[in-house]
């Protein structure tokens, strides 16, 4: 015959689950899991931004080289070295001796200072002072050259 079940008081042989807390459990379990995937998310969209931001950075500072190159050549009367700045459309467009004769007939430009670098539009804004302290607001087109990546000046003009 079996042995009777014991009475009251008696502890089972195994631990019962608690039930006290489960949901304040489970609560913090999906905030922390919540946590961690907006610190992973927001971590890779501010990667991106990170990215986006260094990319507009290097693009601007290429496209100020070219143009302040440019316009150190044409203030320092060395106009062969702009002509050799100058993109491939602008020179199919005008020999170097046009370039000389149109360049030599202009103003010169003895000062400027460069706005930010349009990416869409590949243009950068120019504040520039003549020689007869005059100012004028223009704008530099850039292409890029198609073996070394680098911006060449297409145009400068209002």
């Known amino acids: 015959m079996p042995?009777?079940?014991?009475?009251?008081?008696?502890?089972?042989?195994?631990?019962?689950?608690?039930?006290?807390?489960?949901?304040k459990r489970l609560g913090w379990?999906?905030?922390?899991?919540?946590?961690?995937?907006v610190l992973v998310c927001g971590g890779g969209v501010a990667a991106l931004i990170g990215l986006g931001?260094?990319?507009?950075?290097?693009?601007?500072?290429?496209?100020?080289?070219a143009v302040d190159d440019y316009l150190d050549a044409l203030k320092a009367k060395l106009y062969d070295d702009a002509?050799?700045?100058?993109?491939?459309?602008?020179?199919?467009?005008?020999s170097a001796s046009e370039f000389r004769t149109r360049i030599?007939?202009?103003?010169?430009i003895t000062d400027w200072q460069l706005g930010t670098f349009n990416m869409n539009t590949?243009?950068?804004?120019?504040?520039?002072?003549?020689?007869?302290?005059?100012?004028?607001?223009l704008e530099a087109s850039l292409d890029q050259n198609t073996s070394t990546g680098a911006?060449?000046?297409c145009e400068l003009g209002e």
């Open 3 to 23: 042995a009777p079940p014991p009475g009251p008081g008696v502890q089972p042989p195994f631990p019962a689950p608690p039930v006290e807390g489960k949901g």
């Open 29 to 37: 379990g999906l905030g922390i899991g919540a946590g961690v995937l």
């Open 83 to 94: 002509y050799d700045q100058l993109c491939g459309q602008a020179k199919r467009a005008e």
């Open 122 to 137: 590949l243009t950068v804004p120019v504040d520039a002072t003549y020689e007869d302290g005059q100012r004028e607001q």
């Open 53 to 65: 931001t260094s990319v507009q950075g290097a693009l601007d500072e290429q496209a100020h080289v």
């Open 104 to 108: 030599e007939g202009e103003q010169r």
């Open 151 to 153: 911006f060449e000046v």
